[in-house]
């Protein structure tokens, strides 16, 4: 089984900053892609960023130029440095991390979700 904690949500003034942190543990061999996913009230849940095991990164168009995931393999991390930050990017924010377990079994885990609001 394979927990997911995020952590570094909160309240911040539009055009602030804050970095969300998501770390993986569990019986984990690989992990193939990890993303973030943001759901407001009343919206679907929307990709926000994921990142390959290659490196590749693909963004939500709204968050392009604001946004960069980036990840910590060593530490089973992946992080999500938000810039410029806007009313509209609040939400609570979601991990997820798709890879293979010890058992060589395909695993897909969601985090429990960490609040961002933006707002002066």
């Known amino acids: 089984q394979v927990h997911l904690v995020e952590s570094g949500g909160g309240l911040v003034q539009p055009g602030g900053s804050l970095r969300l942190s998501c770390v993986a543990s569990g019986s984990i061999f690989s992990i193939n892609t990890r993303g973030w996913y943001r759901q407001a009230p009343g919206k679907e849940r929307e990709l926000v960023a994921a990142?390959?095991?290659?490196?590749?990164?693909n963004y939500l168009e709204s968050v392009k130029g604001r946004f960069t995931i980036s990840r910590d393999n060593a530490r089973n991390t992946v992080y999500l440095q938000m810039n410029s930050l806007k009313p509209e990017d609040t939400a609570v924010y979601f991990c997820?991390?798709?890879?293979?377990?010890?058992?060589?079994?395909?695993?897909?885990?969601w985090g429990r979700g960490t609040q961002v609001t933006v707002s002066s």
């Open positions: 997820n991390v798709e890879g293979i377990t010890e058992r060589f079994k395909s695993f897909g885990s």
């Open positions: 990142i390959s095991s290659h490196g590749t990164t």
